[in-house]
């Protein structure tokens, strides 16, 4: 063999071995972000949030509607579709995902009782434990009779449903790993925007926010529509970012179906389909068949809401906007009700978004963190919020102009959920507000990292200064 000859072959084999270094390397990194990370912050967050599953207050209206409907996932299990609490208001008051979430995680419980106590179904193992029946009923009458001379709810569940309670507390450990995924969802949502870092700074300042956990670890629905929703986002912005990844728009649509399944207004996700849709055909190449793929998408997420729903399979399209008209008629039959709590216009509706988060009253609860011991530091990190989501916005609107396509998704999504809350948010209630928290923490972390560049840079400069001043 010539020298040449060798030489060649030595460098082919040499490139060789660097490009399996890199592809190893690239793999490596893949797992890290994908699997190492998540699967840290979630071990994280769910040791965290399982110290709180019994110290927050429990709320009666919530928890126990949530748990005590439980029962319809036993219903579905057996199809037993023709039973008459299908066309009873329970039914229809709320989609029944996280109902069915709750009796799928009693449902062990349940078999356990069910040979030792003799238990004909699981209505009646609620029954027992006074969440479902006649005794229910009249304690639940007894407490919206004299509810204002309690103090606080949990001091009647502990003195009238300590059966209860222990249903709810068991029920409220689903939500410890549910609201640990949703703030992995986060993760992922951030690590599109600003890398593994910064994403991992946001999942953290977001999952331990003080509103999240008192919020979330409730037994309601809250836990699910979160995981469900920031999961939903991250899909939107990678299939509008990333070239029109099919694979993406197909999990989207059946995560739009679940969070529908769980809350009815998750079908502000389809709604933020076809906005950042029509955004993406004026801004960007257009492809092929691009509107049948979006309306596809819309019913699959169709299917998925009905086949989860019973209630509408006789009418899919007229019970399913009858479930819509109940909640908002139910919405303002509370807001007369509540009057502390109503809100009775859009501006006042919008101007109480800013003061949640960023006025004196409510900062510290709707934008403090258990991260952060002591008041002065609490005090320090919730003043400097709204400052870094000025700065936040900023980046978000100079990545705009440059045609960023994830910020443009994620902008779309934040004004429009604004919009859309100045319609339907027609009570001050903290939960209703959870869902503004990814977008809110984005743009505050956002913010942080422009912050963290500028003093970088600007240390930069002045160190290349010094030492030009030194030389001379």
């Not at 309670?165 to 925007?193: D, P």
Request: charged share 20%; hydrophobic share 50%; net charge positive.
């Amino acid at each position: 063999m010539s020298g040449l000859s060798a030489r060649v072959c030595v460098y082919s084999g040499g490139a060789g071995i660097l490009s399996k270094e890199r592809t190893s390397g690239a793999g490596q990194m893949r797992v890290k972000k994908w699997l190492i990370i998540p699967g840290l912050l979630w071990l994280i967050f769910a040791y965290g949030y399982s110290l709180y599953v019994y110290k927050i207050p429990v709320r009666y209206w919530d928890e126990f509607a949530w748990v005590g409907r439980s029962y319809f996932f036993d219903l579905f299990i057996r199809a037993d579709f023709d039973n008459m609490a299908w066309r009873g208001y329970e039914s229809y008051d709320q989609p029944k995902l996280a109902e069915y979430a709750y009796g799928a995680w009693l449902y062990p419980w349940y078999l356990r009782e069910r040979g030792v106590k003799s238990l004909d179904s699981y209505r009646q193992f609620l029954a027992k434990h006074h969440l479902y029946g006649a005794e229910a009923e009249i304690q639940e009458k007894e407490f919206n009779d004299n509810y204002e001379y309690f103090d606080y709810l949990d001091d009647y569940v502990a003195k009238y449903r300590q059966d209860a309670l222990e249903v709810i507390y068991q029920a409220r450990k689903l939500n410890v790993w549910l609201l640990a995924a949703s703030a992995v969802a986060v993760y992922l949502v951030a690590g599109e925007l600003m890398g593994v870092f910064w994403a991992v700074v946001t999942a953290i300042i977001y999952g331990f926010n003080a509103l999240l956990i008192n919020v979330g670890l409730v037994a309601h629905s809250e836990a699910l529509f979160l995981l469900l929703f920031n999961a939903a986002i991250f899909f939107l912005s990678r299939y509008f970012s990333r070239d029109h990844q099919d694979i993406c728009l197909w999990i989207f649509s059946v995560l739009a179906g679940l969070c529908m399944s769980t809350k009815l207004n998750g079908v502000i996700l389809l709604i933020f389909l076809w906005l950042d849709g029509g955004l993406f055909w004026a801004l960007f190449k257009k492809r092929q068949f691009y509107w049948i793929r979006l309306l596809l998408s819309t019913l699959i997420a169709g299917v998925v809401f009905v086949s989860l729903n019973p209630f509408v399979y006789s009418n899919p399209v007229q019970k399913t906007l009858d479930m819509f008209r109940w909640r908002m008629t139910a919405a303002r039959d509370q807001a007369e009700r509540f009057v502390d709590v109503s809100l009775r216009s859009s501006r006042q509706r919008i101007l109480r978004i800013g003061t949640n988060f960023y006025g004196y009253k409510n900062r510290d609860y709707y934008n403090g963190n258990y991260l952060f011991d002591g008041v002065l530091a609490q005090n320090f990190f919730t003043k400097c919020y709204g400052y870094l989501l000025i700065m936040g916005a900023i980046d978000w609107g100079q990545r705009w102009l440059r045609k960023k396509k994830e910020v443009v998704v994620l902008v779309f999504c934040l004004v429009f959920l604004v919009a859309t809350m100045s319609v339907y948010l027609v009570l001050d209630w903290d939960r209703y507000y959870v869902p503004l928290l990814l977008f809110v923490n984005l743009l505050q972390i956002s913010g942080l990292r422009m912050v963290v560049v500028w003093l970088n840079s600007g240390l930069i400069k002045a160190v290349v200064w010094l030492r030009g001043r030194d030389g001379e």
